[in-house]
């Protein structure tokens, strides 16, 4: 079956609510210091969501209105790993509201989205882009993020029962 803009919207929106759903059974304290792999806590983990999910509609945005076809889009100049050390002396509570701001953007973008806009390759530089393949990336990329903070969080529960 077809997926249709409206469903692309709604699995982001699930993915992002079960992902968000993992910071309150977090202490303020863990949100800000839970050692998670590479470094990363969930605070610096929720940041790099946003910042991507901020990037790819833009892209995405860019891409349908035809304005990144002669020149591509332009890659971000930092990696993630220089991003997370930037996004460590962050508040927590405005980079939650900025992620909850940039989902929304990409869930109201995808319910633009006919089946024409889905199906169509759109000229990127020397590459084209897939919208239905970003979105489905962009599910995939929250819903793996997800797995990292809920083995933590359900790591932390196992430990307060052994205890």
């Known amino acids: 079956m077809t997926q249709t803009g409206p469903d692309y919207a709604a699995a982001l929106e699930a993915s992002f609510a079960r992902f968000l759903a993992l910071y309150d059974r977090l202490t303020p304290d863990e949100i800000e210091e839970a050692p998670l792999d590479g470094g990363w806590t969930p605070k610096t983990i929720l940041a790099h969501v946003a910042f991507w999910d901020d990037y790819q509609t833009r892209r995405m945005e860019a891409a349908r209105a035809g304005s990144s076809a002669e020149s591509g889009f332009p890659r971000p100049a930092e990696d993630n790993d220089a ?12 980079t939650l509201e900025e992620a909850k701001r940039a989902r929304a953007r990409m869930v109201g973008f995808a319910r633009t989205l006919d089946a024409q806009s889905l199906a169509e390759a759109y000229p990127e530089g020397a590459h084209t882009l897939s919208l239905a393949a970003l979105l489905r990336h962009m599910i995939k ?23």
Do not use: N, W
């Open 141 to 163: 990329h929250t819903l793996e993020h997800d797995a990292e903070l809920r083995a933590y969080v359900e790591r932390m529960a196992a430990e307060d029962e052994t205890h």
């Open 83 to 94: 991003r997370m050390l930037l996004d460590d002396d962050r508040i927590y509570a405005s």
